[in-house]
Every structure is written in C-alpha cells, then in structure tokens.
C-alpha cells in the first residue's frame, strides 16, 4: 500500500486525462499523524472543492461536492493549510459518479 503526506504548507497534485465530460465527486481516505490537527484544501484545476480536516488516526471516507468536467487534462492538488509540522496521509484517490 503506497500512500501520499502533507505536511505543513505542502502539496500533492496529479494530472488526469478525462475522456467523457460528466459531473463527479471525488473520492479519498485521509487520516491525521498524532499532533495537531491539519486542514487540507483540494482544487481541480485551481477551483477549490472542498476543505477538509481529518479527526482520527485512522483512514476515513472523504468526498468533495459533485462538480462539472470537460474532456481533456486536468489537475488535482491537494494543499495543507497550516504553517508547522501537522501531517495527513492521502491513499485512495478516484472519481464517483
């Protein structure tokens, strides 16, 4: 199992090539390291779909609100909101319908 972390102000992204435009949400596990809490932002295609703050250690279900594609490449990022050393862990990343 391979998983992605942010911590601090850090950020993960990853282009994605759509092929039917649809409207989705998007779909992941986050769990928070022992420490204070870290809120995560997640943009497609720099608009922002939802902010989140994970509370358990464990992973735990997250969806962003439905939102509209087009065909082609996009960009999804995830950006940590906080300025010191509060980490969460992304695993699980896909689209829903």
């Not at 990853?14 to 779909?27: C, N, R």
């Not at 939802?50 to 969806?63: M, W």
Request: net charge negative.
């Amino acid at each position: 199992m391979q998983a992605a972390f942010i911590q601090g102000p850090g950020t993960i992204s990853q282009s994605i090539a759509i092929e039917v435009a649809s409207v989705y949400k998007l779909h992941f596990k986050m769990a928070r390291r022992t420490g204070g809490a870290q809120t995560v932002n997640v943009y497609f295609d720099g608009g922002l779909i939802g902010t989140y703050t994970p509370s358990s250690l464990d992973y735990a279900d997250f969806y962003t609100d439905a939102f509209a594609t087009s065909p082609g490449n996009h960009t999804i990022l995830f950006k940590g909101m906080t300025n010191n050393d509060n980490t969460v862990f992304i695993d699980g990343v896909s689209f829903v319908q």
